[in-house]
């Protein structure tokens, strides 16, 4: 055994002692098999048993139950190829993408000009950062990204996703705040069931407290104001819009009981997703407004769902008239053709940096990379060449008339959303709004529902983060015959799983 004095001596020297687990076994790289890369090198294709077994082996997924792979029957679904708004797995299973993969991809699979303006860029210029420098596809995407904009917003900071953008955020309007001599304003409030990413910063800004748990203590001075959801809130209000008000308010009462010298920014999701899609009433909008102007509180519009056409408007912002001081993107941008976000910022808040030796102290290897850059561009032309856009907000109507049906169903309690993002919530008594509890959830959801959708071939997200809901967000290609076709989907599963509760 290595005494602290050999073992320190050992590190100094940069010698690397192997990790040894309880079980006395080494983990040494010599000790393992590679069935993969001896494939590779005698350039033989890996069978689908062989990529589940090395799947199983080596990789630890994101946001996943481990345990039902390591049964008997378990298999992660190897996901192998796609087109239009399908997918297929490695059984050749093919499935309705009914939620963009993650939101996000908006365009559609299988684009090969977006492969085509990747692999242009990689030859031209494959990469270089933008500490200090720029590049053609950066310049040409900021100035794309503010022509869509809120008029407000006129500059672009690139991340490479909406968790850095989130962070970026908090961060500038921290720093800002201290130029601008008010060092005290730091805090941030953002809603209860909002997510807003993984990192310690953009997860203490999250409102889901079992996302938190694991990992706290986070960044202090985050807070929490109420959403709008206004299913559960019918009660206690007579119009959607008085309900609006009374949450805007407790944005008010929030900064004055922290104290307005210490409050930096608020942000939120125009149409908040987790939870389920809680939209809300123009006047929500107006009035978070007129309530941070008068305590010099920065707005900071999070869109990484949003954004792209989600909602029918390029930007949620733009459908509710409403201009944030800083917007978040990521997903839509490039339709997750490859990896990108963006903080697309208000003028007076760059001020500070044009002058001196300031500097934002803050940045991504990879963040505003020129092949996503390149990637996003011709995205962005198929929006505007397939008015993509216009199509969801050309189709908002029939598709919400097409979920209203499924409302017939006893598990059906509400049908919620804007555009192409709709939130099914179920509850155990719709006359009472009465939810299913922790327990009953985990079964209705993760015990029957999730497999009997996916069995039927509809991809999409089954959800408790708050109540239970089944949530769609599918390309924005789509129209009157998809939206039938998940209709019946849901229709048979949705009522299937009443049954077996
Ligand atoms: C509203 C919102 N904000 C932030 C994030 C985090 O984005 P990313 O996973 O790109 O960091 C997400 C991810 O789904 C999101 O939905």
Redesign the pocket.
């Known amino acids: 055994m290595a005494t602290k004095e050999s073992l320190v001596s050992k590190l100094a020297r940069g010698v690397k002692t192997a990790f040894k687990p309880s079980n006395g076994t080494t983990n040494a790289k010599a000790d393992r098999a590679t069935p993969l890369l001896d494939a590779r090198k005698s350039g033989v294709e890996a069978t689908p048993k062989m990529l589940q077994q090395a799947a199983k082996d080596n990789m630890f997924l994101h946001f996943t139950r481990h345990s039902p792979y390591f049964t008997a029957k378990g298999e992660i679904p190897i996901i192998t190829k796609a087109s239009g708004h399908h997918f297929w797995d490695q059984n050749g299973k093919k499935y309705f993408d009914g939620i963009s993969s ?2 996000s991809v908006n365009i559609g699979h299988g684009r090969t000009r977006l492969a085509d303006a990747a692999a242009k860029q990689m030859k031209e210029l494959d990469y270089f950062p933008l500490w200090s420098h720029a590049h053609k596809p950066g310049i040409e995407l900021s100035e794309r990204l503010l022509s869509y904009a809120p008029k407000n917003l006129s500059r672009v900071f690139f991340t490479t ?4 953008a ?1 962070e970026t955020a908090w961060k500038l309007a921290k720093q800002y705040f201290k130029m601008i001599g008010k060092p005290t304003k730091h805090k941030v409030l953002t809603r209860a069931v909002a ?3 993984t990192s310690h910063g953009a997860l203490s800004l999250t409102g889901i407290p079992s996302m938190k748990k694991m990992f706290e203590p986070l960044v202090p001075s985050t807070f929490r104001v109420p959403n709008t959801n206004w299913y559960r809130a019918q009660d206690d209000f007579a119009t959607e819009e008085e309900f609006a008000l009374w949450a805007a308010n407790r944005v008010e009462e929030m900064i004055l009981f922290e104290d307005p010298d210490t409050v930096a920014a608020f942000i939120f ?1 125009p149409v908040q ?1 987790s939870g389920g899609c809680f939209t809300a009433p123009k006047v929500y909008f107006d009035r978070v407004r007129e309530i941070c102007d008068k305590y010099d509180v920065l707005i900071v519009a ?1 869109e ?2 949003d954004g792209f056409g989600r909602t029918g408007t390029m930007f949620a912002s733009e459908r509710y008239d409403f201009e944030p001081d800083m917007m ?1 993107l ?1 997903k839509g941008m490039t339709s997750a053709y490859a990896p990108i ?1 963006a903080l697309l910022i208000a003028e007076k808040l760059f001020e500070p940096f044009k002058t001196g030796t300031n500097i934002f102290p803050h940045g991504y290897t990879y963040g505003g990379h020129p092949v996503a850059c390149a990637v996003a561009l011709e995205n962005l032309d198929i929006f505007d060449e397939e008015d993509l856009v216009g199509n969801v907000a050309r189709n908002e109507a029939e598709f919400k008339a097409t979920l209203d049906k499924l409302r017939d169903l006893p598990i059906v309690g509400d049908v919620r959303g804007a555009g192409y993002f709709w939130a099914i919530e179920l509850v155990k008594d719709k006359n009472t709004r009465e939810t299913f509890n922790d327990k009953e959830s985990e079964k209705l959801l993760r015990g029957i529902l999730s497999h009997r959708l996916f069995e039927e071939g509809l991809y999409c997200r089954s959800d408790d983060r708050g109540d239970p809901v089944v949530q769609l967000a599918p390309p924005l290609t789509i129209g009157r015959d998809e939206f039938v076709e998940m209709e019946q989907i849901l229709r048979s599963c949705l009522d299937e799983a009443y049954k077996s509760m």
């Open positions: 993650l939101f996703g909406g968790g850095e989130n997510y807003h990413g999701e997703n999070d990484t769902i978040v990521a976000g």
